[in-house]
C-alpha cells in the first residue's frame, strides 16, 4: 500500500510509478482523511510506502498528524520517498523517529529532487525550463533505483539529500515557517479571475469555495499551491511574493 500526498504533481507521479511497478494500492491522504480511514491491514507480503514533498526541511505537519493517527496491521517493510525543490535538511530522522514511535522500523527512504514550485517567498520562483527538464529527467532514474530496491526488500538504504546547515534549516526556519507562512489568510485573487471555479476543483483539500464570483479559502489550507499552479489566468496570488512568478505542474502526472 502507498499512501501519498501531492500538490502539483511531483509525488503524485512518484507515487503512480510505484503502484504500476510493485502493484500495490494507493491511498490518496486527504481521501483517508475525509472518511476518516485510518485503520489497515496488509497482506503478508505487502510493503508499506509513504510518498509525499518535503516542506521547509521537514515533513507537512498534516502527514505527520495522519501517520500518527494510523493502525495498520502486519508492517514487515516499511519506506518513504520525499518528494524536494533541494534538499531536505533533517527530514529523514524526524521520518524514522515518528514511525519509531509507532514501533514500526523504517527500512528504506529515498529524497528525489523535482523541479520547484515554491513561489511564497522572495527569491523563490519555478525553474526555467531547461533546469526543469533536467530535474525530471534526473528524477526518472532515481526514482527507478528507489523501485528496484524496494522489490529487492534492501534495508538501511537512505539515499537522501540534507544539503547544509540542517539544524537552522529544519529547526529554526522550519518553526518560522510553520508560525507565519502556513496561514492561508494572504490568499487572494486579482483583477484576471474569470470565476472558472477551478481552483475550487483541483483543491485536494476541499477547502476553496466560491463566495459570489471570487474564491474564498477555509482553514483546511496545507498551502500545497496547487491553486495557484492551476490557474488558467494566473489569478490567484499569496501576499505580494507571487506576482510575476512562474507557475509549475508535474508533466507527467496532471493534477487538473
Same mark, same amino acid.
Given at each position: 500500500?502507498?499512501?501519498?500526498?501531492?500538490?502539483?504533481?511531483?509525488?503524485?507521479?512518484?507515487?503512480?510509478?510505484?503502484?504500476?511497478?510493485?502493484?500495490?494500492?494507493?491511498?490518496?491522504?486527504?481521501?483517508?482523511?475525509?472518511?476518516?480511514?485510518?485503520?489497515?491491514?496488509?497482506?503478508?507480503?505487502?510493503?508499506?510506502?509513504?510518498?509525499?514533498?518535503?516542506?521547509?526541511?521537514?515533513?507537512?505537519?498534516?502527514?505527520?498528524?495522519?501517520?500518527?493517527?494510523?493502525?495498520?496491521?502486519?508492517?514487515?517493510?516499511?519506506?518513504?520517498?520525499?518528494?524536494?525543490?533541494?534538499?531536505?535538511?533533517?527530514?529523514?530522522?524526524?521520518?524514522?523517529?515518528?514511525?519509531?514511535?509507532?514501533?514500526?522500523?523504517?527500512?528504506?527512504?529515498?529524497?528525489?529532487?523535482?523541479?520547484?514550485?515554491?513561489?511564497?517567498?522572495?527569491?523563490?520562483?519555478?525553474?526555467?525550463?531547461?533546469?526543469?527538464?533536467?530535474?525530471?529527467?534526473?528524477?526518472?532514474?532515481?526514482?527507478?533505483?528507489?523501485?528496484?530496491?524496494?522489490?529487492?526488500?534492501?534495508?538501511?538504504?537512505?539515499?537522501?539529500?540534507?544539503?547544509?546547515?540542517?539544524?537552522?534549516?529544519?529547526?529554526?526556519?522550519?518553526?518560522?515557517?510553520?508560525?507565519?507562512?502556513?496561514?492561508?489568510?494572504?490568499?487572494?485573487?486579482?483583477?484576471? +479571475?474569470?470565476? $472558472?471555479?477551478? #481552483?475550487?476543483?483541483? %483543491? !485536494?483539500?476541499?477547502? /476553496? &469555495?466560491?463566495? *459570489?464570483?471570487?474564491?474564498?479559502?477555509?482553514?483546511? +489550507?496545507?498551502? $500545497?499551491?496547487? #491553486?495557484?499552479?492551476? %490557474? !488558467?489566468?494566473?489569478? /490567484? &496570488?499569496?501576499? *505580494?511574493?507571487?506576482?510575476?512568478?512562474?507557475?509549475?505542474?508535474?508533466?507527467?502526472?496532471?493534477?487538473?
Amino acid at each position: 500500500m502507498v499512501f501519498y500526498f501531492s500538490g502539483t504533481g511531483n509525488s503524485q507521479w512518484v507515487a503512480e510509478v510505484l503502484s504500476e511497478e510493485l502493484g500495490d494500492t494507493l491511498m490518496f491522504i486527504p481521501d483517508a482523511i475525509r472518511r476518516d480511514c485510518f485503520s489497515y491491514e496488509l497482506a503478508p507480503t505487502e510493503k508499506l510506502g509513504f510518498v509525499f514533498p518535503c516542506y521547509a526541511w521537514g515533513l507537512p505537519r498534516f502527514i505527520s498528524d495522519f501517520i500518527s493517527r494510523l493502525s495498520i496491521a502486519n508492517v514487515t517493510y516499511l519506506y518513504y520517498i520525499c518528494t524536494c525543490g533541494d534538499d531536505t535538511g533533517r527530514l529523514n530522522q524526524e521520518f524514522c523517529q515518528l514511525v519509531s514511535s509507532k514501533g514500526w522500523t523504517c527500512h528504506l527512504g529515498y529524497d528525489i529532487m523535482m523541479p520547484e514550485s515554491y513561489v511564497n517567498l522572495p527569491g523563490f520562483d519555478v525553474d526555467p525550463h531547461d533546469k526543469e527538464t533536467r530535474k525530471l529527467s534526473q528524477a526518472k532514474a532515481r526514482l527507478q533505483m528507489a523501485v528496484d530496491d524496494i522489490i529487492d526488500s534492501r534495508e538501511g538504504d537512505f539515499q537522501l539529500l540534507p544539503g547544509g546547515f540542517t539544524w537552522i534549516k529544519s529547526v529554526l526556519l522550519r518553526w518560522a515557517f510553520n508560525k507565519w507562512l502556513m496561514s492561508p489568510s494572504k490568499f487572494h485573487v486579482n483583477s484576471q +479571475c474569470i470565476s $472558472c471555479s477551478l #481552483c475550487s476543483k483541483v %483543491c !485536494p483539500m476541499h477547502n /476553496i &469555495e466560491l463566495s *459570489g464570483r471570487n474564491p474564498q479559502w477555509g482553514d483546511a +489550507c496545507v498551502m $500545497c499551491m496547487r #491553486c495557484y499552479h492551476s %490557474c !488558467p489566468r494566473k489569478a /490567484i &496570488e499569496w501576499g *505580494g511574493w507571487t506576482k510575476a512568478k512562474g507557475q509549475y505542474l508535474n508533466p507527467n502526472s496532471p493534477v487538473s
